[in-house]
């Protein structure tokens, strides 16, 4: 039922922006907390942003605060990450994530790649 898909990534030169979108249904979109994580290749998979149901509380990640935005409009059920001043170690598969009935629930992920 609860389905996270993902869009937005690709390849970016540092210093450019790109914005994530997670299209979210099977749940009740406008009262869960929504997350953003990520994951490089050989790393734990780390949070980099968390949003409440409102979106007038955002959390960040040390490493991306002050260049990465998390937002949400709840009338699209639709989960954003504006991504800024993109460094080659932000390189990772992107990955959207909420919690309902007891459980977690993850996207299939998107490539953000940022390289020269």
């Known amino acids: 039922q609860v389905q996270l898909v993902e869009s937005g990534g690709g390849l970016v030169q540092p210093g450019g922006s790109l914005r994530l979108s997670c299209a979210a249904s099977?749940?009740?979109?406008?009262?869960?907390?929504m997350r953003w994580y990520r994951q490089a290749p050989g790393k734990e998979r780390e949070l980099v942003a968390v949003a409440t149901a409102i979106g007038t509380v955002t959390n960040y990640a040390d490493s991306v605060k002050g260049r990465f935005t998390i937002s949400r409009d709840n009338a699209k059920n639709t989960l954003y990450l504006q991504m800024d001043s993109l460094k080659p170690e932000d390189t990772a598969v992107y990955y959207c994530?909420?919690?309902?009935?007891?459980?977690?629930?993850w996207g299939q992920g998107t490539q953000v790649t940022v390289s020269s």
């Open positions: 099977g749940f009740t979109f406008s009262s869960s907390a």
């Open positions: 994530y909420t919690y309902w009935r007891q459980r977690g629930y």
